[in-house]
């Protein structure tokens, strides 16, 4: 009877009791966006008290799906995955599926059949791309050289920022890329990348404009233009996206122009839908979009404040 009594109250003990033991698959620490966006999900795991397994990737796909597998292996109650690239994912989120293990897209995105996972938590690229377009036709009057440094090839930020910023940037004839450059969204990437393109356009000879896919990029190519006596932030309008603590300062320091903010504290949004799904909540929009914005000099230092820094 004692031991009837002993297996009915575990089956009974509720689920959500149990601490919960989640997989991130982070995409690496190639930029401060990447180090903040770690850190809210570690602080906010602790703070809800998950069990959280991170894997670094290094930015390496093959790793990061090897990683996920481990995950699969360790029966975690949900896998969350930012993806380095967008593709490549299939297979594996089949095998999650099959060991019915649920799987949260947050970040970047993938190219796979949606209904291999729950959702995908994250800001529009887009979006981004399109609004920082829209800007710069507007501070220029619909005429600019543009010089792009892209970030990791194949990831959907790089691909999404460049496409939407050309969608609306393809509104105006004289708005124009006319160099571009891959420097995987790292500061030294932006460094040895505009190193190379200075050289190809005599020091930006006529350039209006230097298009980064993100900050760090922009800081490392600030550096190499300030080296060739060309002046960031004056000489030359700067857009990039990610909006943290280093840009804004960047900014008042006349060196940047203008950031689009992509939010990297979005552990709290991600748990949310993960544990809602694991307390057994079925309906979830497949895109769960969180919004971006745009902010320049003025607002730089309002900026750095809410940063606490
Ligand atoms: O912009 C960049 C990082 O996926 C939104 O990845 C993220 C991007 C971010 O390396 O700094």
């Given at each position: 009877?004692?031991?009837?009594?002993?297996?009915?109250?575990?089956?009974?003990?509720?689920?959500?009791?149990?601490?919960?033991?989640?997989?991130f698959a982070q995409v690496g620490a190639e930029s401060d966006w990447r180090t903040a966006f770690s850190a809210s999900m570690k602080q906010e795991a602790a703070r809800r008290g998950l069990?959280?397994?991170?894997?670094?990737?290094?930015?390496?796909?093959?790793?990061?799906?090897?990683?996920?597998?481990?995950?699969?292996a360790k029966h975690v109650d949900a896998i969350i995955i930012a993806p380095v690239v967008v593709d490549g994912w299939s297979d594996v989120l089949k095998e999650a599926k099959e060991a019915a293990i649920p799987v949260?897209?947050?970040?970047?995105?993938?190219?796979?059949?949606?209904?291999?996972?729950?959702a995908r938590i994250a800001a529009s690229s887009?979006?981004?791309?399109?609004?920082?377009?829209?800007?710069?036709?507007q501070a220029t009057n619909g005429k600019c050289d543009v010089v792009e440094l892209e970030g990791t090839a194949g990831s959907e930020p790089a691909l999404q920022r460049h496409s939407g910023f050309l969608a609306v940037a393809a509104l105006f004839p004289d708005i124009r890329i006319i160099r571009a450059g891959n420097g995987n969204f790292t500061t030294e990437g932006g460094r040895?990348?505009?190193?190379?393109?200075?050289?190809?356009?005599?020091?930006?000879?006529?350039?209006c404009a230097v298009l980064a896919h993100n900050d760090n990029m922009?800081?490392?190519?600030?550096?190499?233009?300030?080296?060739a006596g060309v002046h960031p932030g004056r000489d030359i309008i700067t857009v990039s996206?990610?909006?943290?603590?280093?840009?804004?300062?960047?900014?008042?320091?006349?060196?940047a122009t203008m950031s689009v903010e992509v939010k990297s504290d979005t552990a709290p949004y991600i748990y949310d839908v993960v544990q809602r799904y694991l307390k057994g909540e079925r309906?979830?929009?497949?895109w769960i979009v969180i919004p971006s914005a745009l902010h320049t000099r003025a607002d730089a230092a309002a900026m750095l404040e809410r940063h606490g820094s």
């Open positions: 009877m004692r031991r009837i009594l002993f297996l009915a109250a575990l089956l009974l003990f509720p689920l959500s009791a149990r601490s919960q033991t989640i997989g069990h959280l397994l991170f894997a670094d990737a290094g930015n390496d796909v093959g790793r990061q799906r090897q990683e996920v597998r481990g995950f699969i949260f897209i947050a970040d970047r995105a993938v190219r796979a059949d949606p209904s291999l996972y729950v887009t979006l981004e791309g399109r609004l920082a377009a829209a800007w710069l036709a040895s990348v505009m190193t190379r393109l200075m050289s190809e356009t005599n020091n930006l000879a006529g350039v922009l800081l490392g190519a600030i550096g190499v233009m300030q080296a996206f990610d909006g943290l603590p280093n840009i804004y300062r960047a900014m008042l320091a006349g060196e309906s979830f929009p497949k």
